[in-house]
């Protein structure tokens, strides 16, 4: 019965045709969106954020 409605009514394949390609297809998007967070965190190759922010303890760091 489950089968037969997932089928013909939604129209699914029951099983996938190539699990070698489903599994790649999966891993691929857990990368790509997994990585979509982290873009905020790669530095801006124009902006030296120890020096441009102000921060005293990276300053200090930086001048000895």
Do not use: R, W
């Amino acid at each position: 019965m489950v089968k037969t409605m997932v089928v013909e009514e939604y129209g699914l394949a029951p099983t996938p045709e190539s699990p070698t390609l489903a599994a790649l297809s999966t891993f691929a998007a857990f990368i790509l969106c997994g990585l979509v967070p982290l873009i905020t965190y790669q530095p801006h190759p124009e902006i030296n954020t120890a020096q441009d922010i102000g921060n005293p303890a990276a300053d200090a760091f930086l001048e000895s």
